[in-house]
Nanobody, 121 residues
């Protein structure tokens, strides 16, 4: 299993980025997956998750700005980020995990290497 995240970079506040997580060794459409982020000096936090049934959940801080999706033709997980703020600056990583009995995403052992997003003017 491999996960390869890409799409990060430097963007001005209010801008957009599209992150991709290319998967190999399994089928994204049959997996529960999530995007996490970790800013310097802060704990890693869940940004968005998508279950194998297509249910999507977002961190409270997203406030409708991000969208998680799948590109099944490319076996890729996508995170579209709009209206970016300086507080969104972090390393973003993708993960294959699962959904517990409460409907909450939990991380698994398969991680991508992370892609840096910097929001600054």
């Amino acid at each position: 299993v491999q996960l390869q995240a890409s799409g990060g970079g430097l963007v001005q506040p209010g801008g957009s980025l599209r992150l991709s997580c290319a998967a190999s060794g399994f089928t994204v459409a049959r997996a529960s997956m999530g995007w996490y982020r970790q800013a310097p000096g802060r704990e890693r936090e869940l940004v968005a998750s998508m279950s194998k049934s297509g249910a999507k959940n977002y961190g409270d801080f997203v406030k409708g700005r991000f969208a998680i999706s799948q590109d099944n033709a490319k076996n890729t997980l996508i995170l579209q980020m709009n209206s970016l703020e300086p507080e969104d600056t972090a390393v973003y990583s993708c993960n294959r995990g699962g959904i517990d009995w409460r409907g909450r995403y939990y991380s698994g052992v398969d991680w991508g290497q992370g892609t840096l997003v910097t929001v600054s003017s």
